[in-house]
């Protein structure tokens, strides 16, 4: 079936520092969205793609979707401990169906 | 602001009970959703609903069932739970309209012993 793998798995940064986290599929899609969960709580949208090549920004993270439509980015600037927490990617893979991928998770050190 | 509330924050059970988790929004959304999240795999699709009385298998629907008789409740049914059931559930609800932006609940940790 389709997949979404993320990397990495998890990193550990210093605050202040700018972040990249990556997400491919050997499928191609025509949505992509990253989602942010913190501790003890469901995941909220942070940015929404659609269409290949897209950059998109919202304060301090900005996203791409990759021109091949297999892959997204995400970027944070200047990370603040307020940055912990996983962050999805997902796809639409049908008219009201998204997957999610594996998941990034991002501890800053203060 | 839009609220998801799943009915309990955590849940234990024994192997074999049937289990219900309940999830209600408050903003008139037509799809719901019902999610697993496990260490390593992300979030998982078990079932969603696009209507009342309407459900449609997600990737991993084996030993769930689905209820949606009323537009705000979507319950999500393990008929008879299993260990490797043992998990995190998220429920999810969004507009039709404006599909991707889901809005997730806090989650049940469901544990089967």
């Known amino acids: 079936g389709q997949q979404l793998n993320q990397s990495p798995q998890s990193m550990f940064i210093q605050e202040g520092e700018d972040v990249s986290m990556n997400c491919t599929s050997s499928?191609?899609?025509?949505?992509w969205l990253w989602y942010k969960q913190d501790p003890g709580e469901g995941p909220v949208l942070l940015i929404a793609l659609y269409k290949a090549g897209e950059l998109t920004s919202n304060g301090r993270l900005t996203a791409q979707f990759g021109i091949t439509r297999k892959d997204s980015f995400l970027n944070i600037s200047a990370s603040i401990p307020s940055d912990v927490g996983i962050y999805f990617c997902a796809a639409r893979s049908g008219t009201y169906k998204y997957i999610f991928g594996t998941g990034t998770r991002l501890k800053v050190l203060a | 602001d839009v609220k998801v509330t799943q009915s309990s924050r955590y849940l234990v059970k024994r192997t074999g009970e049937k289990v219900f988790l309940e999830c209600v929004q408050d903003?008139?959304?037509?799809?719901m959703f019902w999610y697993r999240q496990d260490p390593g795999l992300g979030l998982r699709l078990i079932y969603f609903s696009y209507d009342v009385k309407m459900k449609e298998k997600g990737d991993i629907p084996e030993g769930y069932s689905v209820s949606r008789e009323k537009k705000e409740r979507f319950s999500l049914i393990l008929e008879s739970a299993s260990t490797n059931q043992t998990s995190m559930y998220l429920c999810a609800s969004s507009l039709r309209s404006t599909n991707e932006k889901l809005f997730f609940g806090s989650g049940t940790q469901l544990s089967v012993l």
């Open positions: 499928s191609i899609f025509n949505t």
């Open positions: 903003m008139d959304h037509e799809n």
